[in-house]
């Protein structure tokens, strides 16, 4: 029986929610991981400031107690318009290790995100970040733009502001490049990239800037989401993209770079808010290792796997890397359709070549 051992992930983008659904979801992501970085966008009650911060980590730990589980939360901040440089500072204090910004209406509960991206008090707070060593993790999506006339083949569309999904991250990589210059020391994570452009991108950059990727964009195209039907259990943003982008991400993830590693953006929402609202986020937690598992070895990348999945994320966020492993047998499994009757997980109803050893 063919046989691998990995080290547990950490997984440095992960949308645990609260209440009965953090319950619910929560064990699929402390059963393989080392640690997970939980995004602030909690719905009606977004982790905004250390108060909110301390709540959260202790909703968490009482599901996931990291005395019984080798599984430890690290927390993240939301960056609003309102947030201060004494807020992120409290936060800090309060344990959060990395402050996350929103592009405004870009994504699932971003209401309260950013869309003036050069204000004095929005780069007071990178300011105070990069001197207390926290991380800033990106939405890196522009959703609006400065109003234009927009003008194609000859025909006038009107004075538009809002830039097409296709388009956001690209038209966000000149603001990664200015705060990269502005805040030299600032550790800064592109998160969930998802084309060539950004990838690119962060190449070139110092390596203070480094990219989450995601295993939904390094598997799935927009053929997939809606080459036939639309499949709204695939939909998330940023939008997955086309071949050539896939690509690019692909060989990031092989390259053996320490500046790309994983962060799943598992971000599940019920079947019905899923279909019914095209919420957008997959629920990707339940299989997102046997997947990788298998798209690495169809590559012949398998040595690149644990870095991918651990050493280079822990060593960009200075946590001690992974001391347990776990392992996988090469045996089919078959990816059920639902969760919890409510929740349906990325790749449902396929056969993964791979399981996890009990
Ligand atoms: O697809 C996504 N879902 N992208 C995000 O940025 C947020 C996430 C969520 O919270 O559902
Ligand atoms: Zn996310």
């Known amino acids: 029986m063919e046989k691998i051992f990995l080290p547990r992930v950490n997984d440095l983008h992960f949308h645990g929610r609260s209440g009965q659904v953090l319950k619910d979801i929560l064990p699929f992501t402390s059963e393989v991981c080392s640690h997970a970085l939980f995004m602030p966008n909690i719905a009606g009650n977004e982790i905004v400031n250390a108060r909110r911060v301390e709540e959260y980590r202790a909703e968490i730990l009482k599901v996931c107690n990291p005395l019984f589980s080798s599984c430890e939360p690290l927390m993240t901040i939301m960056i609003t318009p309102k947030t201060t440089p004494p807020t992120i500072e409290a936060a800090y204090n309060a344990g959060a290790v990395a402050a996350k910004i929103y592009p405004r209406g870009g994504t699932t509960n971003s209401e309260n995100g950013i869309d003036d991206w050069d204000s004095h008090q929005l780069m007071a707070v990178l300011e105070k970040m990069e001197e207390l060593g926290m991380v800033l993790c990106v939405h890196g999506e522009l959703v609006y733009g400065a109003p234009e006339k927009i003008e194609v083949y000859g025909q006038y569309l009107g004075v538009l502001n809002e830039i097409e999904p296709s388009k956001r991250e690209i038209r966000f990589c000149p603001i990664i490049s200015k705060w990269c210059q502005l805040f030299p020391q600032l550790r800064i994570v592109f998160e ?32 997939d989401v809606m ?132």
Not at 200 to 220: C, E, G, M, N, R
Not at 237 to 256: C, E, H, I, N, Q
Not at 273 to 284: H, I, M, T
Request: contains cysteine; charged residues 20%.
């Open 192 to 223: 969930h990239i998802t084309t060539h452009a950004a990838v690119s991108l962060v190449f070139s950059l110092p390596k203070t800037v480094s990219a989450t990727i995601t295993v939904h964009h390094l598997l799935v195209t927009e053929v």
């Open 227 to 358: 080459g036939s039907h639309l499949n709204p259990h695939l939909f998330c943003k940023p939008t997955v993209k086309g071949y050539a982008d896939m690509a690019a991400l692909r060989a990031a993830a092989f390259s053996g770079n320490p500046k790309f590693f994983l962060g799943t953006d598992s971000a599940v929402h019920t079947k019905s808010r899923k279909e019914e609202c095209g919420c957008a986020g997959v629920f990707s937690a339940p299989v997102f290792v046997e997947a990788l598992i298998e798209l690495f070895t169809e590559f012949g990348q398998l040595d690149k796997l644990p870095d991918f999945i651990s050493n280079f994320g822990a060593d960009f966020y200075d946590l001690p890397r992974a001391s347990q492993t776990i392992s996988y047998r090469r045996e089919p499994s078959l990816v059920p359709g639902r969760i919890k009757e409510s929740y349906v997980p990325f790749m449902a109803g396929k056969t993964l070549a791979w399981r996890r050893d009990e």
